[in-house]
């Protein structure tokens, strides 16, 4: 059984404990997603994709005033499995962050997280990119459709666009 907790910025070095890489060899098919609204896969090289090697969410206290963003944690019975952070940036939710421990993964804690965070929200957006298959159909099975794709939209990341979701 899993429980969701709202956690203290205080913990976000237990939070960041769980991690958020994985690897993949399939991109989205943005002419299709663009189209439809339906994620479907395209080959690529395979590679490794680590959101924190980006950036780890202990410094964005440093970038943004996170007093209004909410951490929730998701325990099976005292072990963090996952986290979600949702955060309150220009009067619009964003699911900021989200990350279940790879033992975890198709158990069903990012439902109940994303549960938690649309309780705490109205209108909610998520980011992600289109290297991020598993991302991408889980927004879709958690009823979100997208909102806009914006092809090479990070510099630091060669040819990934950023796909925005809303719910």
């Not at 959101?51 to 019975?77: I, K, T």
């Not at 279940?100 to 957006?125: I, P």
């Not at 099975?141 to 090479?152: L, N, P, Y």
Request: net charge negative.
């Amino acid at each position: 059984m899993i429980r969701i907790e709202r956690l203290g910025w205080d913990a976000i070095g237990t939070y960041e404990s769980v991690p958020i890489a994985f690897s993949a060899s399939v991109r989205v098919d943005l002419d299709w997603l663009e189209r439809t609204g339906e994620v479907r896969e395209v080959a690529c090289e395979p590679f490794v994709k680590d959101y924190d090697a980006l950036e780890r969410p202990s410094c964005l206290p440093e970038r943004f005033n996170v007093s209004d963003w909410l951490l929730f944690g998701a325990f099976a019975d005292s072990q963090l499995v996952g986290g979600a952070i949702l955060a309150a940036l220009d009067n619009q939710a964003w699911l900021w962050d989200i990350r279940v421990a790879f033992a975890w993964r198709g158990c069903g804690v990012g439902r109940e997280l994303f549960s938690a965070v649309r309780v705490s929200s109205g209108l909610l957006r998520v980011e992600t990119q289109d290297v991020n298959v598993a991302a991408c159909r889980f927004y879709a099975a958690m009823g979100c459709r997208v909102e806009s794709v914006h092809r090479d939209a990070y510099l630091d990341c060669s040819g990934e666009a950023k796909i925005v979701w809303l719910r």
